[in-house]
């Protein structure tokens, strides 16, 4: 580097001076212990497989523990709707009955034949139902001058309807097959709804034919304390709802089939656990909602094969016969099943209901009163007994 000085004499001198170049130099810092550890600890930032770990057990744990409650709120949601559909079924029924004098027949069919097949059955209650339930244009695809097995039904048997469905039901959405004619099979629909009939069998023979219930002139249906509100071939009108609307079942609950076999749960089928309740009071072995005795049930369709799933589901069924005179209220709702009332209201009640009436099983003496439990009381629409306590 060049400097300029000026002398005493005003003369300038230039004088050549070095200066150290500090750019060109380099400082090196000391490396300690700490400071290497922290670029190590940055140079590898992240979780370890213990962390891993401990972090997706918390989530399981977590997840554990929501799930139930969603679940449950799932749940509560589906039966919540379910109700819904009830209500709407026992409104539609109420403005049928005012539209025809009395509430539909649970089904049609000639005297003296077999319920218990399919290939005699005029329409049933819920066929007769849909223009009351915003299903004018399905009905209109019935040939009801046929019956509702034959070939030409097969179109509007097979739909699903939502509204006639329980989202519970884990088996509603498999078709009803049995064997047909020519290698084709009957294909029906699935429903989770059926009418109630009374607290009697369907048979006409033997000890079941002093009650059952098969018409309007049959010893069940003109017995008080068995009398229901939707029989086959008739139906009550609400001046013959005697115990009060409120505590007379008009719809309940059934759970569709189990099998594809399984009868019960056919929303355009007019057989007891298809569509209509039978004998499901104190009386006779289905005593109750969800009752779960091995041959409490009496349909057309399961086999002694089946057993295992029929006890695993608690859905029993006597298969030592083909009848199909008796079937009991059933749901895949915890703890109860679903009623629709005669006066148009929906509501849950318990599996633990009052079902402790008649002390004989199997009480087939229409002359003799017996013992009737709250849950009788429900059945029977004139038995002329008042229900004191609430059992919704």
């Known amino acids: 580097m060049e400097l300029i000085f000026g002398d005493a004499g005003g003369r300038s001198r230039r004088r050549q001076v070095c200066l150290p170049n500090y750019r060109a130099r380099s400082f090196a810092v000391p490396r300690t212990a700490k400071s290497r550890s922290l670029l190590r600890r940055r140079s590898r930032d992240g979780f370890t497989l213990v962390e891993l770990l401990v972090v997706i057990a918390i989530i399981g744990v977590l997840v554990a523990l929501l799930l139930p409650a969603i679940q449950a709120a799932r749940e509560a949601a589906r039966r919540s709707q379910c109700l819904s559909n009830l209500r709407q079924m026992s409104i539609g029924l109420l403005n049928y009955e005012s539209s025809n004098g009395s509430f539909p027949s649970a089904f049609d069919f000639p005297e003296g034949a077999n319920p218990a097949t399919m290939n005699n059955m005029g329409p049933n209650w819920i066929v007769k139902l849909l223009p009351f339930i915003e299903q004018q244009p399905l009905y209109d695809q ?52 059926a009418a109630n009939a009374g607290n009697g069998p369907l048979l006409t023979g033997g000890n079941s034919g002093r009650i059952g219930i098969y018409g309007p002139d049959s010893p069940g249906w003109n017995d008080p304390q068995r009398k229901g509100v939707i029989g086959p071939n008739v139906g009550a009108t609400l001046k013959e709802v005697t115990d009060g609307l409120t505590n007379s079942i008009l719809v309940a609950e059934v759970r569709a089939g189990i099998t594809p076999a399984d ?33 409490s049930d009496d349909v057309p369709g399961p086999k002694s094969a089946d057993r295992p799933i029929m006890d695993r589901e608690c859905m029993p069924d006597y298969t030592g016969d083909d009848w199909a005179d008796q079937a009991t209220t059933r749901s895949a709702h915890p703890g109860g099943v679903n009623l629709g009332m005669a006066d148009g209201s929906a509501h849950f009640v318990s599996d633990s209901v009052d079902t402790d009436g008649s002390a004989s099983t199997f009480h087939t003496n229409p002359d003799v009163q017996f013992k009737m439990s709250t849950w009788d009381r429900l059945i029977a629409s004139s038995d002329g007994q008042v229900i004191t306590e609430s059992p919704f």
């Open 142 to 193: 019935f040939d009801l001058t046929k019956y509702v097995s034959d070939l030409d039904n097969e179109g509007p048997r097979t739909t699903v309807l939502p509204s006639l469905m329980c989202g519970s039901d884990p088996f509603n959405q498999q078709m009803l097959e049995m064997p047909g004619v020519r290698g084709r099979p009957f294909i029906w629909a699935r429903g989770n709804y």
């Open 263 to 295: 009868r019960r749960g056919t929303w355009a089928l007019g057989q007891a656990g298809s569509s209509v309740l039978y004998w499901y009071g104190s009386t006779g072995d289905a005593n109750g909602p969800n009752n779960c005795d091995r041959n």
